[in-house]
């Protein structure tokens, strides 16, 4: 929790202590659960880059409820070390490393969670594009974890940093859930600017997805067919569709049709008439234009 003369003028930042958050990020889950009712039915929940935990007291205190339902499950993953909290797991880790994602899979012995929640944020380098990519790898890690572990129609809640590539991460994102939206609540500071998902343009808006289902039917590329050549049948030489314009053979073929390239064992008389009619034809090429070429 910042402790700047600004920080300490926050609303939330206030809120948060008179509360008992761990930081002012709380309010905007709680925020996020009053516009889109994320904790409706959950009862198993992964918090993505978690610490300190404010984020997981959120899950913890409204999941959990009343009765501290010991039922509920809720993962909480982060680089730091963090505080115990009541009826949350730790893992300590990275969440773009494959151990942890598998970490993360194993807690939840073969069942899925309801909802995934994701407040990463890379140390600033100062450099916004630099920040902004990797905020998006951040994402796109958490989004890979959520793969694994949501269950279908379940929830992803992840912060983004509003730039340019913006429009490619709702595409990537549009490929695994029906429904993308931005929210900005009123807890999110004012530096990071709102973004309208349903109004963007540009060639990331949407990406088809791509799906290789294989056929049965159809050749494999890994394979080796026989030609199944029929013996009654006579089988005519087929030319390259489109043979090279000028390729850097040329040259060589020449020669070996006047029966002048040189061979391993050739006389040195041979290799030297050789070398001459490649410097003669070298300069003929100089003075002659080939369609096609650029040169
Ligand atoms: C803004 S804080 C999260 C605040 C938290 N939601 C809360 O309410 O207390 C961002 C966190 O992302 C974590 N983080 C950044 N990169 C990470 C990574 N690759 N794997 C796991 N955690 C990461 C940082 O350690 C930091 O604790």
């Not at 905020?135 to 890979?144: P, R």
Request: aromatic share 8%.
């Amino acid at each position: 929790m910042g402790r700047s003369s600004k920080d300490k003028r926050d609303i939330y930042y206030r809120l948060a202590k008179e509360e008992g958050w761990r930081a002012r990020s709380a309010f905007k889950l709680l925020q996020l659960d009053e516009e889109f009712k994320l904790f409706k039915g959950v009862s198993r929940a992964v918090d993505l880059c978690a610490a300190p935990g404010s984020w997981s007291q959120v899950l913890s205190r409204k999941l959990r409820g009343k009765d501290k339902s010991e039922e509920v499950k809720i993962v909480a993953v982060d680089l730091q070390a963090m505080a115990p909290l009541p009826g949350v797991t730790q893992i300590q880790g990275d969440i773009t490393k494959i151990s942890t994602a598998e970490e993360i899979i194993q807690h939840f012995e073969g069942e899925s969670a309801d909802l995934v929640v994701c407040d990463g944020a890379p140390d600033v380098t100062g450099l916004h594009d630099v920040d902004e990519y990797i905020q998006a790898q951040l994402l796109l890690a958490a989004l890979n974890i959520t793969t694994h572990v949501l269950k279908p129609g379940g929830n992803f809640v992840a912060k983004i940093f509003r730039g340019k590539d913006v429009t490619l991460l709702y595409s990537q994102l549009k490929i695994f859930f029906s429904f993308v939206t931005c929210a900005k609540p009123p807890s999110s500071r004012n530096s990071s600017i709102d973004v309208d998902f349903n109004q963007l343009e540009g060639p990331n808006r949407i990406i088809v997805p791509f799906l290789a289902c294989g056929d049965l039917s159809g050749f494999d590329s890994d394979r080796t067919y026989p030609l199944q050549l029929d013996s009654s049948k006579e089988y005519q030489y087929l030319p390259p569709t489109q043979p090279p314009i000028r390729p850097p053979y040329q040259q060589a073929c020449q020669l070996r049709k006047s029966n002048l390239l040189a061979k391993e064992d050739s006389p040195s008389g041979v290799l030297d008439e050789a070398l001459t009619a490649l410097d003669l034809n070298t300069e003929a090429d100089t003075n002659t234009t080939t369609p096609g070429t650029s040169d």
